[in-house]
């Protein structure tokens, strides 16, 4: 028997079963009041298994439809909550800090595939929705640590694989805090936010909504349940207890180290991602799969008081602190797109880094539109590639500039410059991407028109 077999899986799932007919219950809101389905010890090793971020509802197949009509309230499956003790058994307390060390990570036997999609506008959309208003997918083949695609021809990548989501669960107080911000988000408007004329992507918050809200081991059909489910935070975004920050550098090795806020911690995990590029544009960015994380836990008592400073008006206003793993893909030649504030109708913004990204992705995504792939499928690769973001100025008025590097080994042919006594050009052979019509009537960007190298 090796290592990994004797490790106790506390949370075994079945991929091929929806998420409603696992053997453990899964979540998919933050409410103080979900009980944890087991509590592990102190340096104690466990597995958790998880199932894919949408719970089965892409196909490995050849067709789009499966994203376009995607329920986007069915998402976020998370395996937990977990509850933490130290040796006397005494569990974790609010103001502690819970560590938790990502020992492994994998997929699970059988299901070595993944997914890179982009949602329909109006069914969830992405970074760029006013750019590519479609839905489009594409599927990868895990093979070790790379992954290709048939739908992606010529490139293939070590991947980084990571949780995109952990977290703890929030107290009473913070979750109305939550609640109560981003619900003053959406009812002030996108119209006095500078940044909704600029990112398409909608609805600007998601507030509690008990239609297709699981809770763990609470009934569906109890009292409790509807009134938990009218209160419990949604999954989306990371906030102060961790959750969906998509840190792609999380992988092997990692430690995090959430804030408490509840007795026992209560921490849950899921949205298991083989690889991603930093920012995840495609809102449905990384390679999506199911998978497993082996951890080990450690208790920081008065851990945020020693270590966090609280950025807000109360002492709950702090964040996760992220020590990466020593294992992550090793390239060292990039090719590097730059973007300003400055949008693409030619506008001046005043030190916005989100424009300064957009446009960044924009100039990466069309300058490799010239070997052959379609805008789509470069949407989709720098979505789930380990190309680097950065924000790399942020002093200079008016314009903040972001970066996006792209590591140059990941593709079978030289896509850099070259000057004209230099070899010509090759292209990529052209396949087919699985993509929809889009069919709405919100206004999108003009189609730029894809140049090409000529011999």
Same mark, same amino acid.
């Given at each position: 028997?090796? $290592?990994?077999?004797?490790?106790?899986?506390?949370?075994?799932?079945?991929?091929?079963?929806?998420? $409603?007919?696992?053997?453990?219950?899964?979540?998919?809101?933050?409410?103080p009041e979900i009980p944890p389905?087991?509590?592990?010890?102190?340096?104690?090793?466990?597995?958790?298994? +998880?199932?894919?971020?949408?719970?089965?509802?892409?196909?490995?197949?050849?067709?789009?439809?499966?994203?376009?009509?995607?329920?986007?309230?069915?998402?976020?499956?998370?395996?937990?909550?977990?509850?933490?003790?130290?040796?006397?058994?005494?569990?974790?307390?609010?103001?502690?800090?819970?560590?938790?060390?990502?020992?492994?990570?994998?997929?699970?036997?059988?299901?070595?595939?993944?997914?890179?999609?982009?949602?329909?506008?109006?069914?969830?959309?992405?970074?760029?929705?006013?750019?590519?208003?479609?839905?489009?997918?594409?599927?990868?083949?895990?093979?070790?640590?790379?992954?290709?695609?048939?739908?992606?021809?010529?490139?293939?990548?070590?991947?980084?694989?990571?949780?995109?989501?952990?977290?703890?669960?929030?107290?009473?107080?913070?979750?109305?805090?939550?609640?109560?911000?981003?619900?003053?988000?959406?009812?002030?408007?996108?119209?006095?936010?500078?940044?909704?004329?600029?990112?398409?992507?909608?609805? +600007?918050?998601?507030?509690?909504?008990?239609?297709?809200?699981?809770?763990?081991?609470?009934?569906?059909?109890?009292?409790?349940?509807?009134?938990?489910?009218?209160?419990?935070?949604?999954?989306?975004?990371?906030?102060?207890?961790?959750?969906?920050?998509?840190?792609?550098?999380?992988?092997?090795?990692?430690?995090?180290?959430?804030?408490?806020?509840?007795?026992?911690?209560?921490?849950?995990?899921?949205?298991?991602?083989?690889?991603?590029?930093?920012?995840?544009?495609?809102?449905?960015?990384?390679?999506?799969?199911?998978?497993?994380?082996?951890?080990?836990?450690?208790?920081?008592?008065?851990?945020?008081?020693?270590?966090?400073?609280? +950025?807000?008006?109360?002492?709950?206003?702090?964040?996760?602190?992220?020590?990466?793993?020593?294992?992550?893909?090793?390239?060292?030649?990039?090719?590097?797109?730059?973007?300003?504030?400055?949008?693409?109708?030619?506008?001046?913004?005043?030190?916005?880094a989100s424009v300064a990204y957009?446009?960044?992705?924009?100039?990466?995504?069309?300058?490799?539109?010239?070997?052959?792939?379609?805008?789509?499928?470069?949407?989709?690769? +720098?979505?789930?590639?380990?190309?680097?973001?950065?924000?790399?100025?942020?002093?200079?008025?008016?314009?903040?500039?972001? $970066?996006?590097?792209?590591?140059?080994?990941?593709?079978d042919m030289d896509i850099r410059?070259?000057?004209?006594?230099?070899?010509?050009?090759?292209?990529?052979?052209?396949?087919?991407?699985?993509?929809?019509?889009?069919?709405?009537?919100?206004? $999108?960007?003009?189609?730029?028109?894809?140049?090409?190298?000529?011999?």
């Amino acid at each position: 028997m090796n $290592t990994r077999e004797r490790i106790p899986n506390i949370f075994p799932v079945d991929p091929n079963l929806p998420p $409603t007919q696992q053997l453990k219950p899964l979540h998919n809101r933050w409410h103080p009041e979900i009980p944890p389905v087991a509590q592990v010890k102190v340096n104690s090793v466990f597995r958790v298994d +998880m199932i894919d971020f949408t719970g089965g509802q892409i196909k490995n197949d050849d067709s789009a439809e499966d994203v376009k009509s995607i329920n986007i309230n069915k998402n976020h499956h998370l395996s937990g909550p977990f509850s933490v003790c130290d040796e006397k058994e005494e569990p974790a307390k609010p103001g502690d800090l819970l560590v938790v060390e990502l020992c492994d990570l994998g997929a699970l036997p059988g299901h070595e595939w993944g997914y890179t999609g982009i949602f329909d506008r109006e069914n969830g959309g992405g970074f760029l929705a006013d750019h590519f208003p479609n839905a489009a997918k594409a599927i990868w083949d895990l093979e070790g640590v790379y992954a290709s695609s048939r739908h992606i021809p010529g490139v293939r990548f070590a991947g980084n694989i990571h949780p995109g989501l952990i977290g703890t669960a929030p107290s009473k107080e913070l979750l109305g805090i939550w609640n109560e911000r981003e619900r003053k988000l959406l009812e002030e408007g996108p119209e006095k936010i500078t940044l909704s004329s600029v990112l398409h992507h909608r609805p +600007m918050a998601m507030l509690p909504e008990p239609k297709e809200a699981l809770l763990g081991t609470i009934s569906p059909k109890s009292a409790e349940f509807q009134r938990i489910a009218k209160e419990a935070a949604r999954t989306i975004p990371g906030r102060e207890n961790g959750g969906n920050c998509d840190i792609k550098n999380l992988t092997r090795g990692s430690r995090i180290y959430l804030p408490v806020f509840v007795e026992g911690a209560n921490f849950s995990i899921g949205d298991l991602h083989f690889s991603q590029g930093d920012g995840e544009v495609s809102f449905c960015g990384a390679i999506e799969m199911s998978g497993f994380a082996i951890m080990r836990c450690q208790i920081i008592r008065n851990g945020m008081d020693k270590y966090l400073t609280p +950025m807000g008006p109360t002492k709950l206003h702090v964040n996760p602190i992220f020590e990466v793993g020593p294992l992550e893909p090793r390239y060292s030649e990039f090719l590097v797109f730059e973007g300003v504030s400055v949008d693409e109708y030619g506008k001046q913004y005043y030190m916005d880094a989100s424009v300064a990204y957009k446009r960044a992705v924009l100039n990466c995504i069309y300058y490799f539109t010239k070997f052959g792939y379609t805008p789509e499928q470069v949407y989709l690769l +720098m979505s789930c590639c380990p190309c680097e973001g950065r924000i790399s100025g942020i002093v200079d008025v008016p314009n903040a500039c972001a $970066t996006l590097a792209v590591p140059t080994a990941i593709f079978d042919m030289d896509i850099r410059p070259k000057v004209p006594t230099q070899h010509v050009h090759v292209k990529v052979r052209q396949v087919s991407l699985p993509q929809c019509t889009y069919d709405g009537k919100l206004p $999108t960007f003009p189609r730029i028109q894809r140049p090409t190298f000529s011999d």
